[in-house]
């Protein structure tokens, strides 16, 4: 399983990206998906995932800026960033687990920087 991450840059506070991740599967309604953050000398933290059935969860803090989706027919799950803070500044990674075996895939992380 291979999950590339694009997406990432440098954005004003305030500003919006759009990151994406497409996965090398051969199913790809077998696994949920989702996006985790590491910032600077902290830990990585879950920030968003989508089920195989496309139910959606958020850490609070990125609630009602962030949104994550899935398209199927890509293998491919997206994640909206919207009105980013400077303490959003982190290497963001695509996850994926599959739903049979819990088996876990990591991307190699895309850089989002938010600073003026």
């Known amino acids: 399983v291979q999950l590339v991450e694009s997406g990432g840059g440098l954005v004003q506070p305030g500003g919006s990206l759009r990151l994406s991740c497409q996965a090398s599967?051969?199913?790809?309604?077998?696994?949920?998906m989702g996006w985790y953050r590491q910032a600077p000398g902290k830990q990585r933290e879950s920030v968003a995932s989508?089920?195989?059935?496309?139910?959606?969860y958020y850490a609070d803090s990125v609630k009602g800026r962030f949104t994550i989706s899935r398209d199927s027919a890509k293998k491919t799950v997206y994640m909206q960033l919207n009105n980013l803070k400077p303490e959003g500044t982190a290497a963001y990674y695509c996850?994926?687990?599959?739903?049979?075996?819990?088996?876990?895939?990591w991307g190699q992380g895309t850089l989002v920087t938010v600073s003026s």
């Open positions: 599967v051969s199913i790809f309604s077998l696994y949920h």
């Open positions: 996850h994926a687990r599959h739903v049979l075996n819990n088996q876990d895939y």
């Open positions: 989508v089920t195989t059935s496309g139910t959606t």
